[in-house]
């Protein structure tokens, strides 16, 4: 069985949508812009990207011109190198990938050992952007902008307004627990309700779940208002344990949806956040969350 599934949502968009959704799983979009194919988000490993230029072949379109990395997340760029075309990044996504390259994939590889990293690779883009770009084709202009920081410090969106639908890369998850480890839980709010306006009507593709309506992002922005007000009232409390504050705050709205378990993180991320620490700043003690995801799992009992 493929990775994906394919939605024809019309006016040359081809939304490549992951049927798991989980770690490393992710969405990407393939888009006829009139005469040339501009894809925005690559895929993990080779395998996954290979098949996704064969499906393209498969739609009768060209192969990509251009692509557009939403983030700098290796399951949204890892395969970048086997696309002979330009990739355009925000300049902080571009500089967290040139500080992740000397060690991974080799460090996810052992983290996730049952992912397979094949081809998995780092590569650096040729176009880095600050603000946004225009990417003009014979069907509209496919407007890419910097909201700020949010899931990481370099998130863009790219909205293709002649057909009212917006790609968002990991601004927005579906169906799949959103992961602020890399960004900011209290600017990702910010950011979800600056986009609110602007989205509403739109079709909005996230990095992970299936594509959805102005709906989903008031979901999560309950969600992050819900661990940021839950983590201060327990910080006030006394307790400083992220396991022990996720496991009393509950996902609240959230629940239901898979990976619970990142609660954790975005927990420890909330902290950072109400001690003024700035969005994107590495976590401390990396394996010792993740062995409280394990054990926050381990205690509530969701599917791995
Ligand atoms: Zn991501």
Do not use: C
Request: net charge negative; charged share 25%; aromatic share 8%.
């Amino acid at each position: 069985m493929e990775w994906y599934r394919i939605e024809d949502l019309g006016n040359g968009v081809y939304a490549f949508i992951d049927v798991d959704g989980g770690w490393f799983r992710s969405n990407s979009v393939v888009v006829d812009m009139g005469g040339y194919t501009l894809l925005i988000d690559t895929q993990y490993n080779g395998p996954r990207t290979r098949s996704l230029l064969e499906a393209i072949d498969s739609l009768g379109l060209p192969q990509p011109s251009l692509v557009v990395n939403t983030h700098h997340h290796g399951d949204h760029t890892f395969g970048n190198h086997l696309i002979k075309a330009p990739k355009i990044m925000h300049r902080k996504a571009a500089e967290r990938l040139e500080a992740l390259a000397p060690i991974a994939p080799g460090l996810y590889q052992q983290l996730f050992p049952h992912l397979d990293f094949t081809d998995s690779k780092y590569t650096r883009p040729e176009v880095v952007v600050d603000n946004g770009i225009l990417i003009q084709g014979e069907r509209g202009t496919a407007r890419v902008t910097y909201e700020g920081p949010a899931h990481t410090v370099g998130d863009l969106v790219v909205w293709l307004d002649w057909a009212r639908i917006a790609v968002v890369g990991d601004l927005v998850f579906n169906g799949v627990t959103p992961l602020a480890i890399d960004g900011s839980v209290a600017a990702w709010e910010e950011r979800l309700r600056s986009l609110r306006e602007r989205l509403e009507g739109w079709t909005i593709i996230g990095g992970h779940g299936p594509p959805a309506g102005v709906e989903v992002v008031d979901l999560l922005s309950k969600y992050f208002r819900h661990i940021l007000g839950a983590t201060r009232m327990l910080a006030e409390e006394g307790l400083e344990d992220p396991l022990e504050i996720a496991l009393k705050a509950t996902p609240g709205p959230l629940q239901g949806w898979r990976e619970e378990e990142r609660l954790v993180l975005n927990v420890a991320r909330a902290l950072m956040d109400l001690q003024g620490r700035p969005p994107g700043e590495p976590m401390g003690d990396l394996p010792g969350l993740a062995t409280k995801l394990v054990e926050y799992r381990r205690r509530v009992g969701t599917r791995a």
